[in-house]
């Protein structure tokens, strides 16, 4: 589990994957070795120029022989990778959704089915006859969560995982894995060239991640936090889920040079009592804003009210002095809006005055 995806108990995908096995295999194949064009105008006869694509993936290697045509994303992270690729036609459904889409992508969204706004069943999945499946994290892919990266590759279908949620990661937890080493934007960015490639469009994914790193490097400019610090708070009140050392927050707070008042646990999203929140006493609070209804306090206004009204958090310093941040729960996870929350964090530490 992670903090965006709760575990919904979702039917077995065995009855479906022999109902549909025929069907699938007939669309892999007509993919793959049909004609047209793709959405660049690039004609296809046979394999279709520059393809097939072959790479490695989290200990597995993907090859897609066509561009994929039919591709189900399964988490918000992926599915706004591929939206801002300009890929929105060759998308048949998404799923998993914390937050509105990205500011500039709405068009895009809304042309895209919306399978369910968590897990979709694997039945709501394969109704789609997908070409290729994508997601963000390993338990949307592995038990409890929509079906394996095995089963799917069983019917022909390809998959691809996030690098950030398997580099450095440890996942064989009941928690939402701990880091066995500091995250870095790096496969953030490997995801965006992967599925660029994947889709036929690299030279899309390199203009993408060069716009991303020249916002972080504006961000950042000139910037000295090194005496404040920094608590991210993604979701729940009588159980918080708070960030520890080394996933997307962990990015930010580096990029800044802050500190993260849980740096001393490499759980990815910890649980943490109010009252040891209190003892640490951050400077700033940085609050997940999100839509979805899955915990208590989910959005900011909720969070806010709990923080002031709470006797263990409404003397923190940075609630008496109303230092918050919001962010998207997307930029709290490591997807391309960390870069997000990169500026945002940064723009809060300037007006309160913690940043040089």
């Not at 903090?3 to 479906?16: F, H």
């Not at 496969?187 to 390199?206: K, M, S």
């Not at 729960?329 to 945002?344: D, K």
């Amino acid at each position: 589990m992670s903090p965006e995806t709760p575990r919904d108990s979702v039917p077995p995908i065995a009855s479906t994957v022999r109902r549909t096995a025929l069907l699938l295999t007939g669309l892999v194949l007509l993919t793959a070795c049909g004609g047209g064009s793709d959405s660049d105008g690039e004609a296809r006869e046979g394999a279709a120029p520059g393809f097939p694509v072959t790479l490695k993936n989290c200990g597995r290697t993907v090859t897609v022989d066509a561009a994929p045509r039919q591709a189900v994303s399964l988490n918000q992270g992926s599915t706004e990778i591929l939206l801002s690729l300009g890929l929105a036609d060759r998308l048949a459904g998404t799923a998993t959704w914390t937050d509105p889409v990205m500011k500039g992508l709405e068009k895009e969204e809304a042309s895209v089915p919306r399978l369910a706004e968590s897990l979709p069943s694997s039945e709501k999945v394969l109704a789609e006859e997908p070409d290729f499946v994508s997601a963000s994290f390993e338990s949307t892919l592995g038990k409890g969560g929509v079906a394996s990266r095995d089963q799917f590759e069983e019917l022909g279908v390809p998959t691809y995982l996030a690098p950030s949620d398997c580099m450095g990661k440890d996942n064989t937890g009941s928690s939402d894995g701990s880091r066995t080493e500091p995250l870095t934007m790096d496969p953030v960015y490997d995801e965006v060239r992967d599925l660029a490639a994947l889709f036929g469009v690299p030279e899309r994914g390199e203009k993408l991640v060069s716009s991303l790193q020249g916002r972080i490097d504006k961000a950042t400019e000139g910037i000295g936090a090194s005496d404040a610090t920094l608590l991210y708070w993604f979701a729940n009140a009588e159980a918080p889920y708070l960030a520890g050392c080394c996933g997307a927050p962990g990015i930010i707070t580096g990029e800044l040079g802050a500190k993260n008042v849980f740096d001393d646990t490499h759980e990815e999203w910890p649980q943490i009592n109010w009252e040891t929140v209190a003892d640490r006493n951050p400077d700033v609070l940085v609050i997940g804003d999100l839509t979805r209804k899955s915990q208590t306090a989910e959005s900011a206004a909720k969070k806010i009210e709990f923080l002031e009204s709470n006797p263990a958090t409404k003397n923190l310093d940075a609630v008496r002095n109303k230092r918050y941040v919001l962010l998207s729960g997307q930029a709290m996870n490591p997807t391309i809006r960390t870069v997000e929350g990169v500026e945002r964090v940064a723009a809060g530490l300037h007006s309160f005055g913690l940043a040089g």
